[in-house]
């Protein structure tokens, strides 16, 4: 068993998991347990969100073929049932991104599907769908000095007395290689995240790692434009924000789960304390220190 740290939680698990911090806090138990076993098979009582995941009235069962079969039971218990060797990233790169969103369901914490950056003592959060450039922008702030929370899945409390807050995870970044190279990233001898994909874990050194849990300052919502001429910046106030669901990981599985409350108020909660702001960037970011440049502006703004 190795003792690991994420989100604040204790982490006891039996699979290997060299992506997290080693756990240093209190000598409290286990917040989650992670075991390696037999998953409960697919019956009549798990309801079918999608092929991957049914979900049951006692946890979720995410499922990918030629990966793990995983199950997620009362925000306190993971079970792994591997088909790759106990080391394969592959089977981190799940556990890390849909199963810890359920968890986080279960657990009554808001995953996003933001990245987060340390700016001036509070959370810049970078979302957008998958490929917009979560990632990137977060290892160029990294390159100039700015301390990371997390890469594609946060975890913001909303409901505690201290407020919104935004909790690291662990000390890497998922990189495409060309955009590696683009950021003059060596990426000899990094893991891929998946053996079939030209995708790295980039770890990132201690001292630009933010182990503190801090309060969100600004959310950036990154899509791609092809003409220069459509990279404008639009705040969304409002309705429109609050309509932007697509900040929440896995937020369709979230409802499906019955965390409706969680999602509404979570959501409201969030974008009443840091503003939401819609960024183009360039299709393949040639625009990159510029576009740096802006967001970071976004979240260093005063606020009235």
């Given at each position: ?168 995870a662990f000390p890497r970044v998922k990189l495409w290689k060309d955009t590696a190279s683009q950021l003059q990233i060596p ?118």
């Amino acid at each position: 068993m190795n003792d690991y740290s994420i989100f604040g939680w204790r982490i006891r698990s039996e699979l290997p998991i060299p992506d997290l911090l080693p756990w240093q806090g209190d000598g409290r138990d286990a917040d989650v347990t992670i075991e390696i076993g037999p998953v409960p098979p697919v019956t009549p009582d798990l309801t079918s969100f999608s092929p991957a995941v049914q979900i049951g009235p006692s946890g979720v069962r995410v499922s990918i073929p030629a990966v793990a079969d995983y199950w997620v039971e009362a925000g306190q218990r993971i079970i792994v049932d591997p088909s790759l060797p106990l080391d394969a990233p592959d089977i981190r790169v799940f556990l890390l991104g849909t199963v810890f969103a359920a968890l986080c369901f279960q657990r009554g914490v808001l995953p996003l599907h933001a990245s987060a950056i340390d700016i001036g003592g509070q959370a810049l959060l970078i979302s957008g769908i998958s490929g917009a450039g979560k990632s990137t922008l977060a290892a160029a702030f990294s390159a100039r000095g700015y301390r990371l929370l997390s890469d594609d899945l946060c975890a913001v409390t909303v409901t505690e007395p201290q407020g919104v807050l935004v909790y690291p995870a662990f000390p890497r970044v998922k990189l495409w290689k060309d955009t590696a190279s683009q950021l003059q990233i060596p990426t000899n001898g990094l893991e891929r995240s998946r053996m079939e994909l030209e995708k790295v874990h980039l770890p990132i050194p201690a001292p630009l790692f933010q182990t503190a849990p801090l309060p969100p300052a600004q959310i950036v919502l990154l899509r791609t434009e092809l003409s220069p001429d459509q990279r404008e910046t639009r705040v969304l106030r409002g309705l429109a924000a609050l309509r932007r669901f697509d900040i929440i990981h896995r937020w369709r599985l979230g409802l499906a789960m019955g965390q409706q409350a969680l999602i509404l108020q979570g959501l409201a909660r969030l974008v009443e304390r840091a503003p939401v702001a819609e960024v183009a960037r360039s299709d393949n970011f040639a625009d990159l220190p510029e576009l740096v440049d802006r967001v970071r502006a976004l979240a260093e703004m005063p606020r009235g």
